[in-house]
């Protein structure tokens, strides 16, 4: 089991729906994170919060929303996605601050998301 | 700029064998120094780390990886492969000296398939 919970496992959504995919950590982590990953590639970074805080954007196109309305949640709000928008999206949390810098990041299982 | 080499796309290795999967790295300080594993429709699961001290660092389920500095490399290891390793594996660095939460590169993955 992970302590990193991702909902849903799977999304099917077509081109001009709304939806929301959400993580959440009760590890008390303050850096929280959303990647997208591509099969059998390594995850790329999209959003960092910090302090529940905007911090990093990697340049994602803004039909990628997120919100981060407490230190245990973090949503990512999707409209309008294209085809090559399907992926598994994953959520991750680490320590943040000073020494504890070094400690890994916990991620969750992901949502898979198909679009149509 | 710090940047993760895994020169092998695909690993295989019969069981009961001992396993290598290569990663070298590049960095402009020093490292930490990451590895996960990802099975199907999971997501990525924290095997080791390096930090400091010891350069062979023994993780989860019964891995170890040595750290060479002279070789900027982080190789993963394991005495005797069993099936259930059969996995995809990413090598992970972070400049020590960084102090944005977002500096974790990955390298582009290994898949380990062990014969029965």
């Known amino acids: 089991d992970t302590e990193v919970t991702q909902t849903p496992k799977h999304l099917v959504m077509g081109m001009t729906n709304k939806k929301s995919l959400k993580c959440e950590q009760h590890?008390?982590?303050?850096?929280m994170y959303w990647y997208k990953q591509k099969a059998k590639k390594p995850p790329e970074l999209m959003f960092v919060?910090?302090?529940?805080?905007?911090?990093i954007n990697e340049s994602v196109p803004s039909r990628f929303s997120p919100e981060c309305p407490n230190s245990s949640l973090l949503n990512l709000h999707l409209h309008a996605l294209q085809p090559e928008d399907s992926a598994l999206y994953l959520c991750?949390?680490?320590?943040?601050?000073?020494?504890?810098?070094?400690?890994?990041?916990?991620f969750g299982d992901g949502t898979r998301l198909s679009i149509l | 700029a710090q940047s993760v080499a895994q020169p092998e796309d695909q690993v295989n290795v019969a069981e009961g064998n001992p396993l290598t999967v290569k990663c070298t790295y590049s960095?402009?300080?020093?490292?930490?120094l990451f590895w996960y594993v990802q099975y199907p429709n999971r997501g990525l699961q924290f095997l080791l780390k390096?930090?400091?001290?010891?350069?062979l660092v023994k993780g989860s389920y019964g891995f170890e990886a040595e750290f060479n500095k002279s070789q900027t490399s982080f190789h993963l290891k394991k005495p005797s492969a069993l099936v259930s390793d059969s996995a995809l594996y990413f090598c992970?660095?972070?400049?020590?000296?960084?102090?944005?939460?977002?500096?974790?590169?990955f390298g582009s993955g290994t898949q380990l398939t062990v014969l029965p």
């Open positions: 991750a949390s680490s320590q943040e601050r000073g020494t504890l810098r070094n400690q890994p990041q916990h």
């Open positions: 590890m008390g982590h303050r850096a």
């Open positions: 919060y910090s302090y529940e805080k905007l911090s």
């Open positions: 960095v402009s300080g020093n490292p930490y």
């Open positions: 390096y930090i400091t001290g010891d350069n």
């Open positions: 992970a660095v972070r400049d020590r000296s960084t102090g944005s939460a977002r500096q974790l590169t």
